[in-house]
């Protein structure tokens, strides 16, 4: 009984250590129209009763942000499938890192995203142009950082969508150690009446 036990307890340690791997997808568009099309099942950040906290970041006139220093980040009260900005940080400098409670979904630069969206690799061309980046997860975002190796970063016209409902619903690995604890408690609980029994 103990061993099956000590099974169990293993597979239950290894699928809580090891993540799944997140489905995202980047999409730069340079197309106000177009945006508007991709854009048209999300809100805008103020308007979504999204609670955001700011670090390494100052709001600018207009709804914008930039950042005050090499990294900076924002994170959210709950996922969102989708979440936009308009940015003209093209230039090589940048890299985003995407988050989904506290696991590491990994990073990317936007020069890379531009390339991958058709716009070439060239960091000069992009001077000064602003375009709309677009990220859809399948695990939504709930924290977004941005690592700038020079100047700064400014981007605004912050839009979230497909919001996940803010529940106190546990985690799969929080029911599955509820589960063990109870069947840990049951065996301890027999083993107790068995010993009270033989005495």
Do not use: C
């Not at 709930?142 to 605004?156: T, V």
């Amino acid at each position: 009984m103990t061993r099956l036990w000590s099974i169990v307890a293993a597979a239950l340690a290894a699928s809580m250590a090891v993540p799944a791997q997140a489905w995202v997808t980047v999409h730069v568009e340079t197309s106000p129209d177009r945006q508007a099309a991709i854009a048209a099942n999300s809100v805008a950040l103020g308007e979504s009763g999204v609670a955001v906290s700011f670090t390494g970041l100052t709001a600018q006139a207009g709804g914008g942000y930039a950042t005050t220093g090499g990294s900076a980040s924002l994170r959210l009260d709950r996922t969102a499938g989708y979440l936009s900005f308009l940015t003209g940080a093209f230039d090589g400098n940048d890299t985003i890192e995407l988050f989904s409670h506290g696991h590491n979904l990994g990073y990317l630069t936007l020069v890379d995203s531009a390339a991958a969206a058709g716009f070439g690799s060239d960091p000069a061309r992009y001077g000064g142009v602003y375009r709309y980046v677009n990220f859809f997860v399948d695990e939504g975002i709930d924290e977004i950082r941005f690592n700038r190796k020079a100047g700064s970063l400014a981007f605004s016209n912050v839009r979230v969508g497909q919001l996940a409902a803010v529940t106190a619903v546990p985690e799969v690995q929080t029911w599955a150690m509820l589960i063990l604890g109870f069947g840990v408690m049951g065996t301890a609980f027999r083993m107790q009446r068995r010993r009270l029994r033989t005495a």
